[in-house]
């Protein structure tokens, strides 16, 4: 069964629902599905997800300027995920990356995706756009917006000001390495909270969504 299933979709022949997403999985995580003896699946799959992720992690902190901070913090935790469903499955972690499932990346396999941001439709839905941007979420960016206020430095809270988006980013989600040197570790926590509920309720949304479109 689990190599019938492997076989029709490295012939790129059409598949059940489960393989389906299991194709997905490949292409979000690289998986390497010849590996896996039937019946391990979900362990196998588990597992390669999260080396991935770790491997991910590891070339972003050595390649990207922006993700030096990461050198001094633990390694990525993956308890922190913010649904069940694997669709959803999200953690913090990966919203500071820009590796979360969004619509911006579920559009490359999904044919009656747009991309498009699952609350307000206006743009392209990144983490990014979700936490910046997205008009949605006005109230939440405003308490996220007070606890910098209030936690960064008068040089800090200027510096923010001046940024363009993607740096702003980084501060929103506590990881910026000059700025949020100030922040205690209750705002880092009250940020991840804040940024934790906004993709909660992107995902019920978008969930709702799908629902609606079978
Ligand atoms: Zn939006």
Redesign the pocket.
């Known amino acids: 069964m689990f190599e019938e299933g492997l076989e029709d979709l490295t012939m790129g022949r059409g598949v059940s629902k489960w393989w389906e997403k299991i194709g997905k999985l490949v292409v979000l995580y690289g998986l390497d599905l010849t590996k896996i003896q039937g019946g391990e699946w979900k362990k196998h799959v588990d597992k390669q997800v999260r080396r991935k992720a770790i491997q991910d992690w590891r070339e972003e902190v050595e390649n990207k300027y922006t993700m030096r901070y990461f050198k001094f913090k633990e390694e990525p935790k993956f308890e922190d995920y913010l649904a069940d469903n694997w669709k959803y499955r999200f953690s913090i972690f990966e919203v500071r990356t820009g590796q979360g499932p969004l619509n911006w990346l579920l559009q490359k396999w999904e044919t009656d995706n747009d991309g498009k ?7 392209e ?1 990144t983490e990014e ?2 936490v910046v ?5 006005g109230s939440i960016r405003n308490e996220m917006l007070e606890i910098l206020f209030q936690g960064l430095s008068e040089e800090g809270w200027n510096t923010f000001q001046q940024m363009g988006d993607s740096d702003k980013m980084a501060v929103f989600t506590a990881v910026h390495p000059g700025v949020n040197k100030d922040l205690s570790a209750k705002m880092v926590k009250r940020l991840s909270e804040l940024v934790g509920g906004l993709i909660v309720q992107r995902n019920v949304k978008a969930e709702r969504w799908e629902r609606e479109k079978r």
């Open positions: 941001c699952s609350m307000c439709g206006s743009e839905e756009h979700l941007r997205c008009r949605r979420f």
